[in-house]
C-alpha cells in the first residue's frame, strides 16, 4: 500500500513510519514540523504541508496516489486546550475537515485517525469499553469527539471508510533507540521520570496522592508506541473488507499508578529518583483503563509489550542518548 502519514514526523506518527516501512509498505510523511522532529523522518519522504493550508494539502494530493491515510496532526495536551481552546478547535477540528474535504477530491476512502481516552472525561467504569459514555472535559477531548462524529457522518454520506482509534496512555519508545518521545515542553510521566533518573530534571512532581485509588495515585494504562503501530496497519487492512465508521479503545488492559511507574523506573535505569509530592493536575481522572477486547476480536490485535518495565526499558534507551 501508499499511505500517508499527517504527522508522521511527530513522537506516534514517526513508529508507524518506520512500522510501515518495516513492512514494506510506501510512505509519504506529511507534517509542518511544528512539533514534529525532521530528524524523526527520512527526508525523501517528507512533504512539509499544513491542514491548516488546504492548497498545501492538496499539493500532496496531487503528486501522489494513497491507498490510505492515517491522521496523527492534532494539538494534544490538555491543560493548554483549556487556556487555548481555538487553537485545539481549529488544529484538530478544522484541520481535520481540510484533511476529509481534500481526500475526497482525491477519491482516497480510508483513514485512521488517532483519538483518545479523553473522550470519556470521568468514566463511570474501572475498565473502559467502546460503547462507554463519551462526556470529555476539557477541549481536547471535546476535539477528538467532534472529529469522531464528523467521521461517521461522512461514511452516512460519502462513503469514508474510517477506524478512530482511541489511545490510553502512549508510552516507549523503538527498541532500536533511533527515535523517541521529544516534546517540549514534556509534561508526560513516563519521560520526566527518566529524566528526574538521569539528572535533568530536578522537580519531578507527583500530580496527587490522594486519589482514591491503592496506593492514592493515578492509574493509567500505557501501551507501547509500536504496539498502538501494528493496531493502525491492522486498521486499515480492515477496511479493505468493511465499510463504515469504526472505533477501537486501544490500551494493555492494565493499570499502573504513578508510584508503581516510579518504581519501574527506579529498577529499569538502576538510579534513585526522587520526587516531590504536588497538587491534582486539573482534569485528570483517577483510573483510566482501556478494555481493548474489541481490538483484539476484531482487529486480532496482539500488544507485545504488556509489561511496564519492558516499555519503559525501551524508553529509557532512548532517552540516554536522544538524537532530537
Ligand atoms: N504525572 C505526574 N507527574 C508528571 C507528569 C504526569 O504525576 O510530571 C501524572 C499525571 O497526573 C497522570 C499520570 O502521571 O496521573 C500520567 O500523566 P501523563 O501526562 O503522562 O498522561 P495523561 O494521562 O495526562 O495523558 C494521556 C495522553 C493525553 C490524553 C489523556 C487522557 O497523553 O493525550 O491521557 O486523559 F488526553
Request: charged residues 20%; proline residues 4%.
Amino acid at each position: 500500500m501508499k499511505i500517508l502519514v499527517c504527522g508522521g514526523a511527530g513522537y506516534i506518527g514517526s513508529h508507524m513510519v518506520r512500522y510501515l516501512g518495516g513492512r514494506g509498505h510506501e510512505v509519504i510523511v506529511l507534517d509542518n514540523l511544528s512539533t514534529g522532529h525532521r530528524e524523526a523522518v527520512d527526508e525523501r519522504q517528507l512533504e512539509v504541508a499544513d491542514l491548516l493550508v488546504p492548497s498545501s494539502l492538496k499539493a500532496v494530493f496531487s503528486r501522489h496516489s494513497f491507498d490510505g491515510v492515517i491522521h496523527f496532526c492534532a494539538r494534544s495536551l490538555v491543560g493548554e486546550s483549556v487556556s487555548q481552546p481555538y487553537a485545539y478547535y481549529e488544529n484538530n477540528v478544522a484541520g481535520t475537515l481540510n484533511l476529509l474535504q481534500a481526500m475526497r477530491e482525491a477519491g482516497v476512502s480510508k483513514l485512521v485517525f488517532s483519538s483518545t481516552a479523553a473522550v470519556f472525561g470521568h468514566p463511570e467504569t474501572t475498565l473502559i469499553a467502546e460503547d462507554h459514555p463519551t462526556r470529555p472535559i476539557n477541549p481536547y477531548g471535546a476535539s477528538k469527539l467532534m472529529v469522531e462524529r464528523i467521521l461517521a457522518d461522512a461514511a452516512s454520506a460519502y462513503g469514508l471508510r474510517s477506524t478512530a482509534l482511541r489511545y490510553f496512555n502512549a508510552a516507549g519508545a523503538h527498541p532500536e533507540g533511533r527515535i523517541g518521545e521529544s516534546h517540549q515542553p514534556e509534561t508526560h510521566l513516563i519521560p520526566n521520570v527518566l529524566r528526574a533518573a538521569l539528572g535533568q530534571e530536578a522537580g519531578l512532581k507527583v500530580f496527587g496522592l490522594d486519589y482514591p485509588t491503592r496506593d492514592g495515585t493515578c492509574v493509567r494504562d500505557y501501551v507501547h508506541v509500536n504496539d498502538l503501530a501494528s493496531a493502525h496497519l491492522l486498521a486499515l487492512q480492515h477496511m479493505e473488507s468493511y465499510e463504515g465508521a469504526h472505533l477501537f479503545n486501544l490500551g494493555n488492559g492494565q493499570g499502573f499508578t504513578v508510584l508503581e511507574v516510579i518504581e519501574a523506573a527506579r529498577h529499569v535505569t538502576g538510579r534513585s529518583i526522587s520526587y516531590a509530592q504536588g497538587n491534582r493536575r486539573p482534569g485528570d481522572p483517577a483510573v483510566l483503563v482501556a478494555s481493548s477486547d474489541k481490538a483484539q476480536r476484531v482487529l486480532g490485535w496482539r500488544p507485545r509489550f504488556t509489561d511496564i518495565g519492558e516499555i519503559i526499558e525501551t524508553a529509557w534507551r532512548w532517552h540516554q542518548a536522544p538524537r532530537y
